[in-house]
């Protein structure tokens, strides 16, 4: 089934956003962890941490677990993330974070994450102690390349949503089956329903002129325009907007009493809700950067973009 965006979507997007009250205490709104963050890459996991607090009532704590060589650029650019040094060789790495994970909402794996052997197999790790918690994922940048290389990871495990790009997205569609090999233009023309039912009907967040995100039975489509910019870091942006608002799913029960109405799984209004406002986002930002933009000029408009969508 597939379904364009309307007042019944946005509604149960809206029922997804938590109110704010003074009746709450700090981390009742949401806390998440992104794990990512090396030597060469330091600004993805910050844009997707800062995205994740910067989105409107946002989430109210976010904790990233990169390697060492990463903590003190990703502390030096904000005060306000929780930077946890764990991607190491040590033996009792996995033991660390485990003892964080029960703290969190959400968990966003893999902006700036980079490939090193003794990194990716301790991600793998932290999936499966994500998974024996119930702890709700996004799966983005070399997560998802990690999967491509062994599809069992998360397979059948609902609670997962993956963002790629069209070359992340046709090595999936290589890794499964669907395609002999990486060919970005047949990619373009498998339907995102169709890799989520190969992978067990995750979520699958398309990314493309227009965004199209499926569990494998339902697909929806968000038509908001965005802007024909590309500058490095959009993505991370949506992995964190997405994964502020699968916090606020786990958070709550409007979400679920809302999606369970509209028979529509939760997790596909999550990744709509993310989506939808980094795309606003961008074209707002474009609007008055054109040529210029980067994707702090993004982030700046976030809070903009949600009032917009979401609370007029």
Same mark, same amino acid.
């Given at each position: 089934?597939?379904?364009?965006?309307?007042?019944?979507?946005?509604?149960?997007?809206?029922?997804?956003?938590?109110?704010?009250?003074?009746?709450?205490?700090?981390?009742?709104?949401?806390?998440?962890?992104?794990?990512?963050?090396?030597?060469?890459?330091?600004?993805?996991? +910050?844009?997707?941490? #800062?995205?994740?607090?910067?989105? !409107?009532?946002?989430?109210? %704590? /976010?904790?990233?677990?990169?390697?060492? &060589?990463?903590?003190?650029?990703?502390?030096?650019?904000?005060?306000?993330?929780?930077?946890?040094?764990?991607?190491?060789?040590?033996?009792?790495?996995?033991?660390?974070?485990?003892?964080?994970?029960?703290?969190?909402?959400?968990?966003?794996?893999?902006?700036?994450?980079?490939?090193?052997?003794?990194?990716?197999?301790?991600?793998?790790?932290?999936?499966?102690?994500?998974?024996?918690?119930?702890?709700?994922?996004?799966?983005?940048?070399?997560?998802?390349?990690?999967?491509?290389?062994?599809?069992?990871?998360?397979?059948? +495990?609902?609670?997962? #949503?993956?963002?790629?790009?069209? !070359?992340?997205?046709?090595? %999936? /569609?290589?890794?499964?089956?669907?395609? &002999?090999?990486?060919?970005?233009?047949?990619?373009?023309?498998?339907?995102?329903?169709?890799?989520?039912?190969?992978?067990?009907?995750?979520?699958?967040?398309?990314?493309?002129?227009?965004?199209?995100?499926?569990?494998?039975?339902?697909?929806?489509?968000?038509?908001?325009?965005?802007?024909?910019?590309?500058?490095?870091?959009?993505?991370?942006?949506?992995?964190?907007?997405?994964?502020?608002?699968?916090?606020?799913?786990?958070?709550?029960?409007?979400?679920?009493?809302?999606?369970?109405?509209?028979?529509?799984?939760?997790?596909?209004?999550?990744?709509?809700?993310?989506?939808?406002?980094?795309?606003?986002?961008?074209?707002?930002?474009?609007?008055?950067?054109?040529?210029?933009?980067?994707?702090?000029?993004?982030?700046?408009?976030?809070?903009?973009?949600?009032?917009?969508?979401?609370?007029?």
């Amino acid at each position: 089934m597939a379904a364009q965006l309307d007042r019944t979507l946005v509604r149960a997007i809206r029922q997804a956003i938590p109110s704010l009250s003074n009746d709450f205490h700090k981390g009742q709104y949401g806390k998440i962890g992104i794990v990512g963050g090396s030597l060469e890459y330091t600004g993805a996991p +910050y844009y997707a941490g #800062i995205s994740a607090l910067k989105t !409107v009532r946002g989430v109210d %704590l /976010c904790h990233i677990f990169c390697t060492k &060589e990463a903590a003190i650029p990703i502390k030096c650019y904000s005060p306000e993330l929780i930077v946890h040094p764990l991607l190491t060789q040590d033996t009792n790495a996995i033991m660390k974070i485990n003892e964080v994970l029960p703290r969190l909402d959400a968990l966003v794996l893999g902006p700036g994450l980079g490939r090193e052997p003794f990194v990716l197999d301790l991600v793998k790790k932290v999936v499966e102690s994500a998974k024996a918690m119930q702890l709700p994922m996004v799966l983005d940048g070399d997560a998802l390349y990690l999967l491509s290389t062994d599809t069992s990871l998360i397979h059948g +495990y609902v609670h997962t #949503i993956l963002t790629p790009n069209i !070359v992340e997205y046709g090595r %999936l /569609c290589v890794a499964t089956g669907l395609m &002999e090999k990486l060919d970005i233009h047949k990619a373009r023309l498998i339907p995102p329903a169709q890799l989520s039912q190969s992978l067990g009907n995750v979520t699958v967040l398309q990314k493309g002129k227009q965004d199209s995100v499926s569990d494998g039975t339902t697909t929806l489509t968000n038509t908001i325009e965005g802007c024909p910019r590309r500058c490095g870091g959009q993505g991370d942006v949506l992995a964190g907007t997405v994964g502020s608002f699968l916090a606020w799913h786990q958070c709550q029960s409007k979400l679920k009493n809302q999606v369970n109405e509209a028979l529509i799984n939760p997790l596909l209004v999550v990744a709509l809700g993310g989506s939808m406002l980094t795309r606003q986002s961008a074209a707002m930002a474009f609007a008055e950067k054109k040529r210029s933009m980067t994707t702090p000029d993004l982030i700046q408009h976030l809070g903009e973009a949600f009032i917009h969508l979401y609370e007029n």
